[in-house]
Structures are given as structure tokens and as C-alpha cells.
């Protein structure tokens, strides 16, 4: 039987591919979102939209009180690193205080509500560790991956202090799209190394560049664990269900693959698959691009089952590619 979930950022990139992962697990889903970066269209039928902003708190209990929400999944925030050290307040209030405010209203509730958070790997800034356990040490190096932190350790104190039961997800490298095709990845600043490479096919750039290869990698470029959109929804589906069966109250998992692809193996696919050779230019490192980031991914698999249905890096770039070849403009049209 049904539960509602309410999903904050279903409207966005990974959002939305939950919200589909939940509707097929069997859950009611509502969705809590500005709009600022989401895009209603990406919204199936049904799925009612709360648009409104988490740093209004009533328009927050409301939405709880209107569902009546049984568990939250937590995504809505501003996700760009560059940005984030530009424009630093914003996204601390943004982040920090929205992700605050939806705390004190769960709280205020009185009723005990479940929480999935979206984290980042980011959290662990450079390290050493290859690959990264959840236990490494937290040290982000960015204002966005400060936010995240900053949002795991007030929801690690509310569940210290209160019970607050929590899964925080830790994401690596997400890509790829819905394999129906008709969501997948639209912000208006691309940044993301496949992303970018299907523009480039379409012509909407001119040519690729690979940020360093004289890293100390096999192939001189950076690794990356990329994971597939879908199943990073399903690992969301999972630990709601565990947190919903009273199984964990309190979980941190890395959610990668546990593998890394260097930028040359990424283009390379991304050449096979939409059959033209991509211009390539090799260019100066990406200041604060860490030569390998790869998820020590065992938790998840052992505590969770977590078992990919999209591994290869061919099922990414194909559904990634499937998405921006039919949606050249992303929502807008
Ligand atoms: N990258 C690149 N050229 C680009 C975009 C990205 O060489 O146009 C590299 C980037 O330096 C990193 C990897 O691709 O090593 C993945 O970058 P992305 O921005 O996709 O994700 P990040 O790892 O920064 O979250």
C-alpha cells in the first residue's frame, strides 16, 4: 500500500529520476521544489508540486502537514562548485539554512519522519585514500562541499539528540539518463564531463578539452567513479526502504560503482557511441581536480544489496547520449 513521499529537488536531475524510481517501487510521491534549477516537465502525471522555497518555513509545514509525509528525501540545493566559491553566503543560506529549516519543521511535526539526504563526495575533499571509505576524513574543499557537510552533521546531532532517523547518501560521479529518454541532465551551466561531450557531438561546441593528462593516472588524465542516474535512484528507493522498515536508523553510504574511468576511456566511449571522433585538446589542469576519486562502495552492497543494473560506462554514455540527441535544448521546447 501506498506511503507518500515527499521529495525536496524532485524536480531536478536526480530528483526526478527518484521520483520515478519511488512511483515504480510503489510509493506516493509529492514534490517540494522552486523551480529555480528544476523543471516541472520532468514531473510525471499526478505528482503533485509544492513550488516553493525551503527557506519559507511555512510553506515547509505546510507541504508536511497537506501529505502528511511518511519519509523525505532531501535533494533540493544549489550544486555548483565554482559558483559556490563566488557567491559563498548564498549558498551557505541556501544549503545550510534550507536544509535547517526543513529540520525544525520535521521536528515540529511531532511525529519521528524519516530522512534520505543527498551528500556528495565532494565531503572528502583531496585524500589520499583509494579508494574512499566513509570513514575517511571529512575535509571539503569547496563551499559547496562544506554546505553538504555542514547538512550531515546537523542531521547527525538531530538524530543524537532526538532520534532523527537518517540515511545520508554520498554520490560520485552520476551520469546517464532515464533509458525511456525523456529526463535526464539539464542545467543551464554544463559543466560535466559527458554532458559536455554529447553538446560537442551535437555541434554545440566546438571541441573537447581534457583538463590535464600528466596526472599520475595510467593514462595521465583524472580517474572518476561514474554511476548511472537510475541506479542511484534505486539506491535511494533501497535505503528508504530500510530506513521505513526500522531496519537502520542511522546509515552513511558511498554510492558509486567502486571503479574509475579515466577522462580519455570516458571520451573514447562517448566516440564509439555517437560514431564520430570528438575534437579533443588537452588543456591545463582544472584547479582542485584530485587525480583519482573512486568510492570504496562495499557498504552499500552488503548492507543494502545494492547491485547496479547500469555498470558499463557504454550503458551511460548510450543513455546519456539518447537524452541530449532527442532534447538538444533539455526541457526548454
Ligand atoms: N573534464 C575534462 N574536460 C571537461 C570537463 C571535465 O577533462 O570539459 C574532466 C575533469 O577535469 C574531471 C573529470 O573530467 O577530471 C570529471 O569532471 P566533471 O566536471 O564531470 O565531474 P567532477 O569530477 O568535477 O565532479
Not at 189 to 205: D, F, V
Not at 225 to 254: E, K, M, P
Not at 311 to 332: I, K, S
Request: glycine content about 10%.
Amino acid at each position: 500500500e501506498g506511503m507518500t513521499i515527499l521529495v525536496t529537488g524532485g524536480a531536478g536531475y536526480i530528483g526526478s529520476h527518484t521520483v520515478r524510481a519511488l512511483l515504480r517501487a510503489g510509493h506516493e510521491v509529492a514534490v517540494f521544489d522552486n523551480l529555480s534549477s528544476g523543471h516541472a516537465a520532468a514531473l510525471p502525471h499526478g505528482v503533485r508540486l509544492f513550488q516553493a522555497d525551503l527557506l519559507n518555513p511555512d510553506a515547509i509545514m505546510q507541504a508536511l502537514a497537506e501529505t502528511q509525509a511518511e519519509a523525505i528525501i532531501h535533494f533540493a540545493a544549489r550544486i555548483e562548485v565554482g559558483e559556490s566559491m563566488r557567491e559563498p553566503l548564498g549558498y551557505y543560506r541556501n544549503n545550510v539554512l534550507g536544509s535547517l529549516n526543513l529540520l525544525q519543521a520535521m521536528q515540529d511535526t511531532g511525529r519521528r519522519i524519516p530522512l534520505v539526504f543527498s551528500s556528495t563526495a565532494a565531503v572528502y575533499g583531496t585524500t589520499d585514500a583509494v579508494p574512499i571509505p566513509e570513514s575517511a576524513p571529512l575535509r571539503p574543499e569547496s563551499v559547496y562541499g562544506e554546505t553538504k557537510l555542514m547538512t550531515e552533521q546537523m542531521i547527525r546531532a538531530a538524530h543524537a539528540a532526538h532520534g532523527q532517523p537518517y540515511t545520508v547518501l554520498r554520490y560520485f560521479n552520476v551520469c546517464g539518463a532515464a533509458p525511456e529518454a525523456d529526463i535526464g541532465e539539464a542545467h543551464a551551466s554544463q559543466t560535466h564531463l559527458i554532458e559536455l561531450a554529447c553538446m560537442t557531438a551535437l555541434g554545440k561546441r566546438a571541441k573537447m578539452m581534457v583538463f590535464g593528462d600528466d596526472y599520475p593516472t595510467p593514462d595521465g588524465t583524472c580517474l572518476r567513479d561514474y554511476i548511472h542516474v537510475q541506479d542511484l535512484a534505486d539506491a535511494h528507493v533501497l535505503a528508504l526502504g530500510a530506513l521505513l522498515s526500522g531496519r537502520f536508523d542511522a546509515a552513511t553510504y558511498n554510492v558509486g560503482l567502486g571503479q574509475g574511468f579515466s577522462v580519455r576511456e570516458v571520451l573514447d566511449t562517448v566516440d564509439q557511441v555517437v560514431g564520430v571522433r570528438l575534437p579533443r585538446e588537452v588543456a591545463g589542469r582544472r584547479p582542485g581536480d584530485p587525480p583519482r576519486l573512486v568510492a570504496d562502495a562495499a557498504r552499500i552492497r552488503e548492507e543494502l544489496g545494492f547491485a547496479p543494473q547500469f555498470p558499463e560506462l557504454r550503458q551511460m554514455v548510450e543513455t546519456a547520449w539518447a537524452w541530449h540527441r532527442t532534447h538538444p535544448n533539455g526541457f526548454e521546447f
